[in-house]
């Protein structure tokens, strides 16, 4: 299982882009990113998936480089409800691997 | 569509007894997985089970044993229930390959388990 690393915690005010970066130097062929949106006293919700390159939803963006050796999840112009925790997980999801969370990052953002 | 539906959703155990937490999914999943989150922490794989008929250990398996019943349910029971099994479980549920269109596990909204 590749394991990641992301930053602690981030902060942000309202209405800002903000863009956590995830290393994943290990990632094998097979492994998927996906990252996780977690609020106190809730189970994580899935924010986004992909491969390669970039892959956008009505949430957030994910960026993967063609090394793929790291990702950023961008939340375009956050607000008070985006304050949670960010988990960044690879793994080979399609064949039913379990995912390794690690501590995650911690996003507040302020008015 | 209720998603993952985990029961039950409080429990206060004493030292030494068992319990069952049950989980189950309505969305044809064929992978289950249960894990465990203490305060202020990120979330410890428990056992999981890629396929109906198959289970396997995670990072912290020790005190639970878990069965996959059938493609629908999967189930965690702890045998002698200890202070440090106190914890928050949480159950998911994926699709596999062909199952897409995203492999992104959908999770139960928790058993916050208190042991004393």
């Known amino acids: 299982l590749a394991k990641t690393t992301q930053p602690i915690s981030m902060d942000s005010y309202e209405g800002q882009e903000v863009n956590i970066t995830c290393s994943h130097n290990n990632i094998a062929t097979n492994d998927y990113i996906t990252w996780y949106q977690q609020f106190p006293s809730q189970g994580p919700r899935f924010i986004i998936q992909?491969?390669?390159t970039k892959v956008t939803n009505e949430v957030a963006s994910l960026f993967i480089p063609a090394d793929r050796k790291s990702s950023t999840l961008s939340l375009p112009r956050v607000s008070l409800s985006d304050t949670a925790v960010y988990y960044c997980l690879v793994g080979d999801v399609q064949a039913g691997t379990a995912l390794i969370f690690g501590k995650g990052t911690t996003l507040s953002v302020s008015s | 569509n209720a998603g993952v539906t985990q029961t039950p959703k409080f429990q206060v155990l004493k030292t030494g007894q068992s319990m069952t937490l049950q989980c189950a999914q309505d969305?044809?999943?064929?992978?289950m997985y249960w894990y465990r989150q203490d305060p202020g922490m990120g979330l410890r794989l428990i056992y999981y089970?890629?396929?109906?008929?198959?289970?396997d250990k995670g990072e912290v398996p020790n005190g639970y044993n878990v069965s996959r019943l059938n493609k629908r349910e999967f189930s965690l029971r702890l045998e002698s229930a200890a202070p440090s099994q106190t914890s928050v479980y949480f159950c998911?549920?994926?699709?596999?390959?062909?199952?897409?269109?995203?492999?992104?596990?959908?999770f139960g909204s928790g058993t916050r388990l208190t042991v004393v």
């Open positions: 089970s890629a396929s109906e008929g198959t289970t």
């Open positions: 992909g491969y390669k």
């Open positions: 969305m044809n999943h064929n992978s």
């Open positions: 998911a549920s994926s699709p596999t390959r062909t199952q897409g269109p995203h492999y992104g596990y959908t």
